[in-house]
């Protein structure tokens, strides 16, 4: 009986795990932000203001940046453990797995959702910034420039295609 041991590659392994780690403690604080985040949003303003018009747009906001990311990082974590100890034994082991890692639709969902998520928090920030400067044409159009760029760039950096 003979037996096939996977090609491993340890740092490569342990630096994956690791990653998955800190995603997961990043998660928690997320968690914590956004349950803090939404508690203040859900009580009644002690007086009126702009923020207090906005309630209900920003509690959709951090619901929906919320959403994205415990999606993406339930897909991430699910992609770690299919390449870690479900696929294991697959032809060219976890490194052959991780090297087509667009060919899973599960981790092309978690990065998908990643990316989008950014999106909005980056528009939350170029509106913000907007704000401040009053809308000024010389701020918002480069701004905007590079926002759309960095839209593009997703697609040129990734192998989606």
Known sequence: MSSYTPQTDLPLERSRLIGMLLGGVSYGAYLLLTVQAVTALMQRPRCGGQIANNRCMLLCYTLITFTLSTISFACSTKYTEMIWIDLRDAPGGPAALIENSM?????????????????FMQALLLYRCFLIWNWARQVVI?????????????????KWS
């Open 142 to 158: 480069p701004m905007f420039a590079v926002y759309i760029s960095m839209i593009g760039a997703v697609k040129s950096f990734t």
């Open 103 to 119: 060919h899973y639709r599960i981790n092309f969902v978690a990065l998908l959702c990643g990316y989008v998520m950014e999106w």
